[in-house]
């Protein structure tokens, strides 16, 4: 009944749920934990060397609740494999029929040593199942100590008692689960370890009060199923690096758009052309993302009036000219605040011509969509 409780209570807390994601250890850690011990019924020999014999007695000597702990220091490979070396103690305390004399036992023993393990972490992700927990399965070996302390009576003048402290190999198997918190690099664990000690070493001295005999005492093979929870803490948790993402290109730059308007000699007014050209640009500023339109007014290097008078005269046809555009512009639905105008007279001619040349494509207009 004791061992069933125990399992559904670790069944229970393995199903708990956590926020966070499953976490793989890389480099080192510290774990410890404890909880629930359950030893079996264990077989004993006693041999009686009273008075030159070589008397033989079995008994048994039974177990009921205990409890033990651990604490390990391990690395992470980063591939889920984990290697660790952990110090251990058990306490068990003692009651059963010993089958001898109707005699029952009591009393208390202990183990307590170390093992060497290797824990595999198994990732979940593998299987298609993102999930906050880690199972792991594991096998560790070393060497424990045994202490005991029993006592046999049977209410009717018989007693006894098994003194002694002796050590021999031990191994284990780990099942388990570790669980994230949320915490970089800090996990709770639950686990099922079943340690075993081979029966191969004595465990000390006995006496009986019913024949004051004396002797050495050996154990059969002894068996502790562990059932505990512990807390684990990893140092190198630095987190994964982002996924990579997709390369967006940046949004390619539409070129300015460039409309001419020419005009006549000493002209300002539009022309029948020139408006289409005008309503052309008005009607391509809707159908491109436009920020800006520019409208830079021209004239060629001749003019109406002579010498420094004519320079000056062609600045202000040059604006006039940009003026005209505008207007047209703002006919055509295009916001005025949307249009810049610029009047650069005789400056940058569209065809680099002698002094006082009359050249249609200098007498221009640029329209630029931006």
């Known amino acids: 009944m004791r061992l069933r409780k125990v399992l559904l209570a670790t069944t229970l807390m393995a199903a708990a749920p956590v926020a966070a994601s499953a976490t793989t250890i890389t480099g080192p850690y510290v774990d410890v934990g404890g909880g629930y011990d359950l030893t079996l019924t264990q077989g004993m020999h006693m041999r009686d060397y ?31 494999l984990r290697a660790e070396v952990e110090g251990t103690y058990i306490r068990s305390n003692l009651s059963g029929s010993s089958h001898y004399n109707g005699a029952h036992n009591s009393g208390k023993d202990s183990s307590y040593g170390g093992f060497v393990n290797l824990v595999y972490d ?56 570790a669980f994230d918190t949320g915490i970089p690099g800090f996990q709770v664990t639950a686990q099922y370890r079943m340690i075993g000690q081979p029966g191969s070493f004595r465990n000390g001295s006995y006496n009986y009060s019913d024949s004051e005999s004396a002797g050495h005492v050996g154990s059969n093979h002894r068996f502790n199923n562990m059932f505990m929870v512990g807390l684990r803490y990893a140092f190198d948790t630095a987190p994964p690096p982002p996924p990579a993402q997709p390369y967006t290109p940046p949004p390619a730059v539409t070129p300015a758009r ?24 008005a009607q391509a500023s809707t159908h491109v993302q436009t920020t800006r339109i520019e409208v830079n007014g021209y004239t060629d290097n001749s003019s109406a009036r002579g010498g420094a008078a004519g320079a000056k005269y062609n600045m202000g046809l040059s604006i006039r000219r940009a003026d005209s555009v505008k207007a047209e512009l703002v006919r055509d639905g295009v916001p005025a605040s949307a249009i810049d105008i610029h009047g650069y007279g005789e400056e940058h001619p569209l065809v680099p011509t002698g002094a006082n040349t009359r050249e249609p494509q200098n007498r221009r207009v640029e329209i630029i969509l931006h």
């Open 122 to 177: 198994i990732d979940l992700k593998q299987f298609g199942i993102d999930a906050p927990v880690t199972p792991f399965i594991g096998a560790g070996a070393g060497y424990l100590w045994t202490d005991q302390h029993a006592n046999y009576s049977n209410g009717n003048g018989f007693s006894g008692k098994v003194r002694g402290n002796r050590g021999g190999f031990a191994y284990q198997a780990i099942v388990g689960a």
């Open 258 to 281: 460039t409309y001419l308007v020419f005009f006549d000699w000493d002209k300002s007014a539009l022309t029948a052309r020139a408006r289409q050209i005008v309503a052309e640009a």
């Open 50 to 80: 009273t008075n030159g014999g070589a008397n033989s007695r079995k008994q048994n000597m039974g177990h009921k609740s205990g409890w033990g702990g651990y604490g390990s220091f391990g690395w992470g490979f980063g591939n889920g």
